[in-house]
Protein backbone atom coordinates (compact mmCIF):
# COMPACT_ATOMS: atom_id res chain seq x y z
CA UNK A 1 0.00 0.00 0.00
CA UNK A 2 1.03 3.30 -0.96
CA UNK A 3 2.64 5.69 1.91
CA UNK A 4 0.07 8.65 1.80
CA UNK A 5 2.55 11.77 3.03
CA UNK A 6 0.93 14.24 5.47
CA UNK A 7 1.88 17.78 5.22
CA UNK A 8 3.88 19.59 8.41
CA UNK A 9 1.15 22.27 7.95
CA UNK A 10 -2.11 22.20 5.84
CA UNK A 11 -4.92 25.06 5.86
CA UNK A 12 -8.54 24.95 4.95
CA UNK A 13 -10.79 27.51 4.44
CA UNK A 14 -8.71 29.61 6.87
CA UNK A 15 -10.73 33.06 7.80
CA UNK A 16 -9.88 35.41 9.96
CA UNK A 17 -10.90 38.38 11.63
CA UNK A 18 -9.67 41.72 13.63
CA UNK A 19 -12.81 42.90 14.98
CA UNK A 20 -15.31 43.33 12.53
CA UNK A 21 -13.02 43.71 9.94
CA UNK A 22 -12.66 40.24 7.65
CA UNK A 23 -9.10 39.67 6.51
CA UNK A 24 -8.32 36.17 5.61
CA UNK A 25 -11.21 34.83 3.25
CA UNK A 26 -10.74 31.06 2.85
CA UNK A 27 -7.12 30.65 2.20
CA UNK A 28 -5.85 26.79 1.06
CA UNK A 29 -2.38 26.47 1.73
CA UNK A 30 0.23 23.41 2.83
CA UNK A 31 3.80 22.47 3.54
CA UNK A 32 5.48 19.35 3.23
CA UNK A 33 8.12 18.27 5.53
CA UNK A 34 11.27 20.17 4.96
CA UNK A 35 9.82 22.39 2.61
CA UNK A 36 10.88 26.38 2.46
CA UNK A 37 7.83 27.92 0.89
CA UNK A 38 7.37 31.41 0.57
CA UNK A 39 4.42 33.78 1.18
CA UNK A 40 4.16 36.77 -0.72
CA UNK A 41 2.31 40.12 -1.90
CA UNK A 42 1.74 43.32 -1.40
CA UNK A 43 1.13 44.93 2.25
CA UNK A 44 -2.00 44.61 4.07
CA UNK A 45 -2.51 41.43 1.71
CA UNK A 46 -2.97 38.81 4.86
CA UNK A 47 0.38 37.89 5.39
CA UNK A 48 0.81 38.25 9.15
CA UNK A 49 -2.50 37.76 9.89
CA UNK A 50 -2.46 34.24 8.06
CA UNK A 51 1.44 33.26 10.09
CA UNK A 52 -0.24 34.80 13.27
CA UNK A 53 -3.34 32.50 12.80
CA UNK A 54 -1.36 29.76 12.32
CA UNK A 55 0.73 30.69 15.83
CA UNK A 56 -2.51 31.16 17.47
CA UNK A 57 -2.19 34.67 18.13
CA UNK A 58 -5.53 35.70 16.02
CA UNK A 59 -8.33 35.44 18.69
CA UNK A 60 -11.31 35.12 15.97
CA UNK A 61 -10.54 32.04 13.19
CA UNK A 62 -12.61 29.49 11.37
CA UNK A 63 -10.93 26.62 8.81
CA UNK A 64 -8.75 24.22 9.80
CA UNK A 65 -5.10 24.45 10.61
CA UNK A 66 -3.61 21.25 10.53
CA UNK A 67 0.03 21.09 11.93
CA UNK A 68 2.55 17.59 11.75
CA UNK A 69 -1.18 15.97 11.14
CA UNK A 70 -2.71 17.26 14.23
CA UNK A 71 -6.04 19.83 13.86
CA UNK A 72 -4.61 23.07 16.75
CA UNK A 73 -7.05 25.13 15.82
CA UNK A 74 -8.29 26.00 19.34
CA UNK A 75 -5.00 25.06 20.79
CA UNK A 76 -3.22 27.85 22.73
CA UNK A 77 -0.08 29.89 21.04
CA UNK A 78 2.02 28.22 23.76
CA UNK A 79 1.33 24.65 23.70
CA UNK A 80 1.57 24.81 19.49
CA UNK A 81 5.15 26.38 20.09
CA UNK A 82 5.64 23.31 22.57
CA UNK A 83 4.49 20.86 19.76
CA UNK A 84 7.63 22.48 17.79
CA UNK A 85 5.74 25.20 16.19
CA UNK A 86 8.05 28.61 16.31
CA UNK A 87 7.23 32.48 15.16
CA UNK A 88 9.14 34.80 14.44
CA UNK A 89 7.28 38.18 14.29
CA UNK A 90 8.04 40.86 11.98
CA UNK A 91 8.19 43.56 15.26
CA UNK A 92 11.30 41.00 16.72
CA UNK A 93 10.19 40.93 20.87
CA UNK A 94 13.12 41.48 21.96
CA UNK A 95 13.53 41.71 25.85
CA UNK A 96 14.13 45.28 26.90
CA UNK A 97 16.35 44.57 30.26
CA UNK A 98 17.59 41.41 29.68
CA UNK A 99 20.71 40.09 27.64
CA UNK A 100 21.12 38.37 24.62
CA UNK A 101 22.02 34.79 26.80
CA UNK A 102 18.67 35.78 28.59
CA UNK A 103 16.44 36.43 25.51
CA UNK A 104 18.39 33.04 23.75
CA UNK A 105 16.99 31.01 27.08
CA UNK A 106 13.29 32.71 27.17
CA UNK A 107 13.16 30.30 23.54
CA UNK A 108 13.69 27.20 25.45
CA UNK A 109 10.87 28.05 29.05
CA UNK A 110 8.64 25.56 26.69
CA UNK A 111 11.10 23.51 25.52
CA UNK A 112 12.60 19.86 26.34
CA UNK A 113 16.16 21.06 25.62
CA UNK A 114 15.74 23.14 28.60
CA UNK A 115 17.63 20.97 31.00
CA UNK A 116 20.70 21.28 28.18
CA UNK A 117 20.46 25.08 28.46
CA UNK A 118 24.43 25.68 28.18
CA UNK A 119 24.82 23.14 25.70
CA UNK A 120 22.17 24.78 23.27
CA UNK A 121 22.99 28.43 24.12
CA UNK A 122 26.97 28.11 23.19
CA UNK A 123 25.62 25.99 19.58
CA UNK A 124 23.56 28.93 18.95
CA UNK A 125 26.79 31.11 19.55
CA UNK A 126 28.80 29.22 16.83
CA UNK A 127 25.78 29.22 15.31
CA UNK A 128 25.45 33.31 14.87
CA UNK A 129 28.99 34.57 15.71
CA UNK A 130 27.51 38.16 16.24
CA UNK A 131 25.49 37.32 19.22
CA UNK A 132 28.79 35.01 20.34
CA UNK A 133 30.11 38.35 20.91
CA UNK A 134 27.17 39.75 22.86
CA UNK A 135 25.99 37.08 24.78
CA UNK A 136 26.41 39.49 27.93
CA UNK A 137 25.24 42.51 26.55
CA UNK A 138 21.64 44.19 27.05
CA UNK A 139 19.82 42.77 23.66
CA UNK A 140 17.91 45.78 23.37
CA UNK A 141 21.22 47.61 22.82
CA UNK A 142 22.13 45.91 19.76
CA UNK A 143 21.91 47.12 16.07
CA UNK A 144 18.18 46.01 14.87
CA UNK A 145 19.36 43.46 12.46
CA UNK A 146 21.64 41.77 15.46
CA UNK A 147 18.35 42.13 17.10
CA UNK A 148 16.86 40.21 13.81
CA UNK A 149 19.27 37.43 14.35
CA UNK A 150 18.72 37.28 18.15
CA UNK A 151 15.13 36.40 17.68
CA UNK A 152 15.63 33.97 14.91
CA UNK A 153 18.13 32.34 17.39
CA UNK A 154 16.33 32.96 20.20
CA UNK A 155 13.11 31.07 17.67
CA UNK A 156 15.74 28.30 16.75
CA UNK A 157 17.20 27.37 20.35
CA UNK A 158 14.58 25.20 21.02
CA UNK A 159 14.95 22.83 17.69
CA UNK A 160 11.69 23.35 16.42
CA UNK A 161 10.14 21.08 13.39
CA UNK A 162 8.34 23.97 11.61
CA UNK A 163 9.85 28.39 11.72
CA UNK A 164 7.11 30.76 10.57
CA UNK A 165 9.29 33.60 9.87
CA UNK A 166 7.77 37.62 9.14
CA UNK A 167 9.24 40.02 7.11
CA UNK A 168 13.06 38.77 8.70
CA UNK A 169 14.79 41.10 6.11
CA UNK A 170 12.96 44.16 6.77
CA UNK A 171 15.28 47.41 8.06
CA UNK A 172 18.30 45.33 7.77
CA UNK A 173 21.53 46.17 5.92
CA UNK A 174 22.28 43.56 2.72
CA UNK A 175 25.63 42.00 4.81
CA UNK A 176 23.28 40.56 7.68
CA UNK A 177 20.62 39.79 5.26
CA UNK A 178 22.91 37.78 3.35
CA UNK A 179 23.79 36.12 6.41
CA UNK A 180 20.40 35.31 7.41
CA UNK A 181 19.49 33.68 4.19
CA UNK A 182 22.51 31.52 4.64
CA UNK A 183 21.11 30.29 7.96
CA UNK A 184 17.34 29.76 6.76
CA UNK A 185 19.19 27.83 3.92
CA UNK A 186 21.23 25.53 6.39
CA UNK A 187 17.93 25.25 8.43
CA UNK A 188 15.96 23.85 5.55
CA UNK A 189 18.98 21.40 5.07
CA UNK A 190 19.12 20.43 8.31
CA UNK A 191 15.29 18.99 7.94
CA UNK A 192 13.43 22.27 9.37
CA UNK A 193 10.46 23.72 7.24
CA UNK A 194 9.70 26.85 6.87
CA UNK A 195 6.84 28.96 5.91
CA UNK A 196 8.56 32.68 5.22
CA UNK A 197 7.21 36.21 4.34
CA UNK A 198 9.45 38.78 2.73
CA UNK A 199 9.35 41.76 1.09
CA UNK A 200 12.46 40.90 -1.13
CA UNK A 201 10.89 38.85 -3.36
CA UNK A 202 13.59 38.07 -5.65
CA UNK A 203 15.62 37.07 -2.43
CA UNK A 204 12.93 34.86 -1.09
CA UNK A 205 11.92 32.57 -4.28
CA UNK A 206 16.10 32.24 -4.76
CA UNK A 207 15.61 29.81 -1.80
CA UNK A 208 12.36 28.38 -1.86
CA UNK A 209 10.83 25.44 -3.24
CA UNK A 210 7.10 27.06 -3.42
CA UNK A 211 5.36 30.25 -3.02
CA UNK A 212 1.55 31.46 -2.75
CA UNK A 213 0.77 34.88 -3.67
CA UNK A 214 -1.53 36.43 -1.20
CA UNK A 215 -4.35 39.49 -2.42
CA UNK A 216 -6.70 41.04 -0.20
CA UNK A 217 -7.09 38.01 2.14
CA UNK A 218 -7.03 35.60 -0.64
CA UNK A 219 -4.31 33.18 -2.41
CA UNK A 220 -4.64 34.21 -5.94
CA UNK A 221 -1.73 31.96 -7.21
CA UNK A 222 0.72 29.24 -6.19
CA UNK A 223 3.92 27.26 -8.09
CA UNK A 224 7.14 26.68 -8.18
CA UNK A 225 9.16 29.03 -6.64
CA UNK A 226 11.19 28.71 -10.08
CA UNK A 227 8.09 29.61 -11.83
CA UNK A 228 6.97 32.70 -9.50
CA UNK A 229 11.13 33.89 -10.28
CA UNK A 230 10.37 34.22 -14.12
CA UNK A 231 6.99 35.38 -14.28
CA UNK A 232 8.27 38.93 -13.74
CA UNK A 233 4.39 39.91 -14.76
CA UNK A 234 2.72 37.93 -12.02
CA UNK A 235 5.12 39.45 -9.72
CA UNK A 236 4.50 43.08 -10.86
CA UNK A 237 0.32 42.45 -10.80
CA UNK A 238 0.35 41.38 -7.10
CA UNK A 239 3.41 42.37 -5.16
CA UNK A 240 4.72 45.86 -6.55
CA UNK A 241 4.30 48.54 -4.30
Not at 196 to 211: F, G, H, M, P, T
Request: proline share 4%; with cysteine; aromatic share 4%.
Amino acid sequence: METIEVPMLEIKSLNAWYGSSHILQGVDLSVSQGELVCLIGRNGAGKTTTVKSIAGLIPKVTGSVKFNGKEVLGTPAHARYSMGLAYVPEERRIVPGLTVRENIRLGLLASPLRKKESEVIDEIAETFPRLKERLDQNAITMSGGEQQMLAIARAAASQPKMILLDEPSEGIMPVLVDEMFEYFTSLKKAGVTILLIEQNVSLALKIADRAYILDQGEVVYSGTAAEMLDDVAIQERYCAV
